[in-house]
């Protein structure tokens, strides 16, 4: 396994931490002159756990790692992966309840039962 960073482990441990599925988070450090980016790859059923509501833990997360990267006088900002089409499903998946209120018991229905 290629060699980890402190603030590389620090947000695995993190994040390991607070999702369903742990062995699915993957990071990813790229350094270039702006500073160190990681790239957080979760499966996309903990993706609401690690961005919590109105991005609140993420803010978080990014915090905690700009810290830990002010320790080592590094530049440190954080990245969810998110692929391509994943917001498409997301939202046709909270559809689906609407959907089923399509399929209610009309008055037709009731009509033709004799109700």
Excluded: C, W
Aim: charged residues 35%.
């Amino acid at each position: 396994m290629a060699e980890q960073f402190k603030d590389q482990q620090f947000i695995e441990y993190v994040v390991k931490s607070i999702v369903n599925h742990p062995d699915d988070v993957k990071t990813e450090r790229t350094v270039d002159e702006r500073g160190v980016l990681i790239t957080l790859h979760i499966n996309q059923e903990d993706m609401g756990y690690v961005i919590g509501r109105q991005g609140q833990t993420a803010r978080a997360l990014r915090i905690l790692l700009k810290i830990v990267g002010a320790k080592e006088n590094a530049r440190v900002n954080l990245k969810v992966y998110e692929p391509e089409g994943a917001r498409m499903a997301h939202q046709e998946t909270r559809r689906k309840p609407e959907e089923k209120e399509d399929k209610l018991v009309s008055d037709q229905d009731l009509a033709d039962l004799g109700i």
